[in-house]
T-cell receptor
Framework: EAQVTQNPRYLITVTGKKLTVTCSQN?????MSWYRQDPGLGLRQIYY???????DKGDVPEGYKVSRKEKRNFPLILESPSPNQTSLYFC???????????FGQGTRLTVV | AQSVTQPDIHITVSEGASLELRCNYSYGATPYLFWYVQSPGQGLQLLLKYFSGDTLVQGIKGFEAEFKRSQSSFNLRKPSVHWSDAAEYFCAVGPMDSNYQLIWGAGTKLIIKP
């Protein structure tokens, strides 16, 4: 089954403790991206990747890192999480420009 | 600046009534247009998309949307809503070039009255 898999689905952590949210897609898509969703703000793009070893900042990249060492994986790294990073995070992959984006189930992160 | 506006944060509709969710965009050229739905606790699922051609687009779950270039709008409609349509709906636009980035509206939460 074609899908985007994020883990974990829920995470509660403390300020400053490094964490990684994994994202994997099995559709051989070149383009992957990370979004955060906050009430009233819709989806805001954090980082995106056009292909392996090619990443770039989205609209809200501060406090986040990503890597794209393999085509299927695109982990999101929070080196020192802060409470303002409490949010719902989505990973998405897209096969070509203008095509449908496939979303993971989301990761609800709480930083206390 | 490029932007997508969904002017209604919440909409309440009675079950069986018709629905229209509004989406307006500001964009330098004709973009790709999308509507996604997010059910509670779920990811986003594509309802429909417009690339070119017929400006009335049919999607899944009985939804349709109409692209009106003169109004820079892409409103989503359904003739008769069901309780299972309660969800949050997002409009998005994307460029017709090699850039994959989408610009998202803030979403409209649909509440269904029994």
């Amino acid at each position: 089954e074609a899908q985007v898999t994020q883990n974990p689905r829920y995470l509660i952590t403390v300020t400053g403790k490094k964490l990684t949210v994994t994202c994997s897609q099995n559709m051989n898509h070149e383009y992957m991206s990370w979004y955060r969703q906050d009430p009233g703000l819709g989806l805001r793009q954090i980082y995106y990747s056009m292909n392996v070893e090619v990443t770039d900042k989205g609209d809200v990249p501060e406090g986040y890192k990503v890597s794209r060492k393999e085509k299927r994986n695109f982990p999101l790294i929070l080196e020192s999480p802060s409470p303002n990073q409490t949010s719902l995070y989505f990973c998405a992959s897209t096969p070509t420009a203008g095509a449908e984006a496939f979303f993971g189930q989301g990761t609800r992160l709480t930083v206390v | 600046a490029q932007s997508v506006t969904q002017p209604d944060i919440h909409i309440t509709v009675s079950e069986g009534a018709s629905l229209e969710l509004r989406c307006n965009y500001s964009y330098g050229a004709t973009p790709y247009l999308f509507w996604y739905v997010q059910s509670p606790g779920q990811g986003l699922q594509l309802l429909l998309k417009y690339f070119s051609g017929d400006t009335l687009v049919q999607g899944i779950k009985g939804f349709e949307a109409e692209f009106k270039r003169s109004q820079s709008s892409f409103n989503l409609r359904k003739p008769s809503v069901h309780w299972s349509d309660a969800a949050e709906y997002f409009c998005a636009v994307g460029p017709m070039d090699s850039n994959y980035q989408l610009i998202w509206g803030a979403g409209t939460k649909l509440i269904i009255k029994p």
